[in-house]
């Protein structure tokens, strides 16, 4: 008999807006949100629970959760003091397991199979920690126990905020049939409008429709339907090297100048290859962002032939999409933004015949690192 695996997915509840809330006391009990100014044209980056009640909600245009909410307070983002809270949220984490599964500043996985033996049952475990959390940092949060990760994610959504729901092999129909097919991972909202032409509108529906006909719905039938029945068997996977490193920005107003926006997309690739280099990490593949004033968003995306972490290079290449995309696509840009991934640890090897311009490139950004590390980051540009 396979042994019964014990998942937590633990979720902070609000959290931004939370922070804000238990760093200002005058802020409990009001609407607050945390993002840029409306005149910004911001988005929320979060709502406490009271702004909720108001239909606030994550990534909501600012303009219209002031409508929404006159009494709305809005608080401009810390991420240095969100990460902060969150590197001892997740240290707490590591108390009880070394099998942390990260999903965000937030939230994570936790694989505590048999960890019993040293802290007690699974839903034990489970309540130390949400107390552990608020002991250490006057934050809740949302747990849920199951026995694998979908289940567990679902729980600890059911009964926010500082909930704790435990699903079992026994209980998890009962808590999955009534609920929406929206509620299964994959299925999106243009998803669940097609599958609701064919009458199927609940996890129960899902689970029952006959497979070979579901299959001509989506082709994605098989994974969906295992969801539906509570079946995953994906593991939690306690790596936390991370996939990519990027850097945007959302524009006051729309730029057109293309001078313009390849000084600030300059001053992004200098941010992000720092970080690589902080890092002690190489990428191959960049990408640009772009959208307009329309909303319409678009990437463009370039391999390198070898890995690098030195500014100059992504610099050539990224200026180069960049000429490339501005001939076939006009307009002013509300956003702009550029990102590196396919990362390794592993500097590329040297090819035969190198010259050496690559390692010099790199003795200069990492004399300007020093620089700026000492003196800030505005304290130096390159000409």
């Not at 937590?8 to 959290?15: G, S």
């Not at 996985?109 to 007690?120: A, S």
């Not at 079946?231 to 306690?238: C, L, Q, Y």
């Amino acid at each position: 008999m396979k042994p019964v695996r014990h998942i937590l997915h633990v979720d902070m509840d609000a959290f931004y807006a939370s922070v804000e809330q238990l760093d200002n006391p005058q802020l409990r009990g009001r609407p607050v949100v945390v993002g840029s100014l409306a005149e910004q044209r911001g988005v929320v980056a979060a709502a406490s629970y009271e702004a909720r009640r108001f239909g606030i909600r994550s990534a909501m245009p600012m303009s219209r959760a002031v409508r929404q909410c006159k009494e709305l307070v809005i608080m401009p983002v810390r991420m240095k003091r969100y990460k902060e809270i969150s590197r001892r949220i997740h240290a707490i984490f590591h108390e009880f397991t070394p099998q942390v599964e990260p999903l965000s500043i937030d939230e994570a996985f936790l694989d505590i199979t048999g960890c019993e033996k040293l802290f007690g049952p699974a839903r034990q475990i489970a309540v130390m920690i949400k107390e552990r959390i608020r002991e250490q940092t006057g934050l809740t949060a949302s747990v849920g126990l199951a026995p694998n990760k979908f289940l567990a994610k679902l729980a600890s959504d059911l009964e926010k905020p500082d909930g704790l729901v435990v699903i079992t092999d026994d209980n998890k129909q009962a808590i999955l049939d009534p609920l929406p097919v929206r509620r299964i991972w994959g299925i999106g909202e243009a998803a669940a409008k097609r599958l609701q032409e064919f009458g199927i509108k609940t996890i129960y529906d899902l689970r029952n429709y006959p497979a070979v006909h579901l299959a001509a719905i989506t082709d994605q039938a098989g994974k969906i339907q295992q969801l539906a029945n509570g079946i995953d068997d994906r593991p939690v996977i306690s790596e936390e090297r991370p996939k990519s490193f990027s850097s945007e920005e959302t524009f006051a107003k729309d730029i057109s100048s293309l001078e313009r926006l390849r000084d600030i997309l300059s001053s992004q690739i200098e941010e992000v290859t720092a970080i690589l280099r902080r890092h002690n990490m190489f990428a191959r593949t960049l990408t640009l962002k772009f959208r307009y004033a329309d909303f319409e968003t678009i990437t463009r995306s370039r391999t390198l032939g070898r890995a690098s972490q030195a500014t100059d290079t992504f610099r050539g290449a990224a200026f180069e999409l960049f000429e490339t995309w501005q001939k076939t696509r006009k307009g002013p840009i509300r956003l702009l933004g550029f990102g590196v991934s396919n990362l390794s640890e592993t500097p590329p090897a040297k090819e035969l015949f190198e010259d050496g311009s690559e390692e010099k490139r790199l003795r200069l950004d990492t004399t300007l690192d020093k620089i700026r590390n000492k003196f800030g980051d505005s304290s130096l540009h390159r000409g």
